[in-house]
């Protein structure tokens, strides 16, 4: 049988990439100190690593394909086929940042201000090109962890990953600049790629992320209407293309079902109702392939 062999991300992205497979329709599931996680497809074979060592396995084809943060990529300078960009991260649907991050105290206000400064980061590789761009030479540390504490005492400065920004503002850090903008991506090995099975199979997984993905955000209404009320109600539904309109066999009434973005839910139902809708429904959505 061909398989696939996927790395998933350790740490941070699991609980979050776990569930948006889970919505694709992947069951993963692991054990406390499991490097096998069990897929509920026998076409592939996962593994569980640091989101930071993912890109560097796909390149060297230990893995097929995997999901990682696009900053890891380009902090290993890992040579991928990005398939997919998905934009999820460990709190919401949003892209993640690294920043350059200093003391509410300092006297760094800008990127020149950190010429001959020390400065302690996870991302060595991407702060250096950085700084380079930038034409600044600091001294860069890697840091094993608790980055956020090191200012100001042991370091001037420290770039750091951030999603909303309430951890550094917690540690009483302030912004400086932004380094790189990242978000969750799959990828794959580039003989991977090419192996025309393997390839289906990797687009399988990024077609089935990209609906669940777009499914997070969006919900499906269904509702009654008398036949003459039709066209106001439909003016009122944003559908992706337009919404469905069955009659129903008890004459002068329609079903009508549209797929919404769900922050507009709770404006557009009262004029639904006003416009002569009833029997309005809200339903989840798993998945929304376009």
Not at 4 to 27: D, H, N
Not at 43 to 68: C, K, M, N, P
Not at 111 to 119: Q, S
Not at 131 to 152: D, M, N, R, Y
Request: charged residues 25%; hydrophobic residues 45%; aromatic residues 4%.
């Amino acid at each position: 049988m061909n398989k696939l062999v996927l790395g998933l991300p350790k740490g941070s992205l699991q609980e979050a990439t776990f569930s948006m497979l889970q919505k694709a329709g992947f069951k993963v599931t692991a054990g406390a100190r499991s490097y096998a996680p069990n897929v509920d497809d026998k076409e592939i074979e996962a593994r569980l690593l640091r989101a930071q060592e993912i890109s560097r396995y796909v390149e060297h084809g230990a893995l097929d394909a995997g999901i990682t943060g696009y900053d890891w990529i380009q902090e290993n300078g890992s040579n991928v086929r990005e398939v997919a960009d998905l934009i999820y991260a460990k709190q919401g649907l949003r892209p993640v940042r690294w920043v350059v991050a200093v003391h509410n105290d300092s006297t760094i206000r800008e990127v020149k201000d950190l010429a001959g400064k020390r400065i302690a980061t996870e991302a060595v590789g991407l702060t250096r090109r950085f700084l380079a761009q930038h034409g600044i030479e600091a001294e860069v540390e890697f840091s094993w962890g608790a980055t956020e504490a090191k200012v100001p005492e042991l370091v001037d400065a420290i770039v750091e990953l951030t999603e909303t920004g309430s951890s550094l503002r917690a540690n009483n850090l302030r912004i400086v600049a932004e380094v790189l903008q990242s978000t969750t991506k799959l990828i794959a090995n580039h003989a991977a790629w090419a192996d025309a099975w393997k390839r289906r199979k990797i687009e399988q997984i990024a077609l089935l992320l990209r609906g669940a993905l777009t499914a997070e955000t969006r919900v499906l209404l269904k509702m009654n209407a008398p036949a003459d009320k039709i066209d106001s109600v439909a003016r009122i539904l944003p559908a992706l293309h337009a919404p469905t309109i069955n009659p129903l066999s008890s004459g002068g009434w329609c079903a009508v079902e549209s797929v919404v973005e769900e922050r507009v839910v709770r404006e557009i139902i009262p004029e639904l109702k006003r416009a002569g809708a009833e029997g309005i429904i809200e339903i989840p959505l798993n998945k929304v392939i376009p």
